[in-house]
């Protein structure tokens, strides 16, 4: 299985401000996914990173808001911007593991409080 | 609109007794399903799978069925333990594309 280590696990942000989540796995790895938890509510994708491409961002999410960057297969960045109470959320990264399946592993996530 | 339903949110079970957590989709092209368990300000932690062509697929305590023709999968787990206290989300996806998510049942385990 793939080991996903995402920094910070946690932080309280002013608002108005932009706070980058950085995912790092332990293999080489096609796709990676970014999705976001609100108190309440289900996991939503927010966007699909591939490495050497631009990421899709799905419906209600944009790249001026959340811009991500993908440089190799092994490491990705969410950048949450302009921050605001709405944007408190858990954040995480995941990976999918075509050797499992396609099972995806998710990272342990990133607690953002905006205040 | 939402692909995967879970239409319960919360559930309780007595220690020893078994959790059944039901989950429903609307798209017949999946083909692959999943359940997570996620503890409360952690990530979901992958928990068992099931492809289309099975119908049951078990490991340990816990066991998935798939129905097909009710577009319905379930997760068993016996006997239910308090530690598998926790928010159970189901997933679905087509060729391992992308991942649709059920909107979680909590389950409460009473000692």
């Known amino acids: 299985s793939a080991v996903i280590s995402q920094k910070p696990s946690r932080d309280i942000c002013q608002r108005g401000t932009s706070l980058t989540i950085q995912c790092q796995v332990d293999s080489q790895v096609t796709m990676m996914f970014w999705y976001r938890q609100q108190p309440g509510q289900s996991l939503t994708l927010i966007a699909t990173a591939n490495q050497g491409s631009e990421a899709t961002y799905e419906s209600g999410f944009v790249i001026d808001k959340f811009p991500i960057s993908r440089p190799n297969l092994t490491f990705s960045t969410l950048t949450v911007s302009n921050m605001s109470p709405e944007d408190s959320s858990i954040y995480l990264c995941?990976?999918?593991?075509?050797?499992?399946?396609?099972?995806?592993?998710f990272g342990e996530g990133s607690w953002l409080t905006v205040v | 609109d939402q692909q995967v339903k879970q239409n319960s949110p919360s559930l309780s079970v007595q220690e020893g007794r078994i959790s059944i957590l039901n989950c429903d989709y609307t798209?017949?092209?999946?083909?692959?399903f999943l359940w997570y368990k996620k503890y409360p300000a952690e990530g979901p932690t992958f928990l068992i799978s099931?492809?289309?062509?099975?119908d049951k697929n078990e490991d340990g305590r816990f066991t998935v069925f798939l129905n097909k023709s009710a577009k319905h999968l379930s997760l068993h787990i016996v006997p239910s333990q308090p530690g598998d206290s926790a928010v159970y989300f189901c997933?679905?996806?087509?060729?391992?594309?992308?991942?649709?998510f059920g909107t979680g049942t909590s389950l409460t385990v009473i000692p």
């Open positions: 798209n017949s092209m999946f083909d692959y």
């Open positions: 995941s990976v999918e593991d075509g050797t499992a399946g396609n099972t995806i592993y």
């Open positions: 997933a679905a996806s087509v060729n391992g594309n992308q991942f649709y």
């Open positions: 099931i492809s289309s062509i099975k």
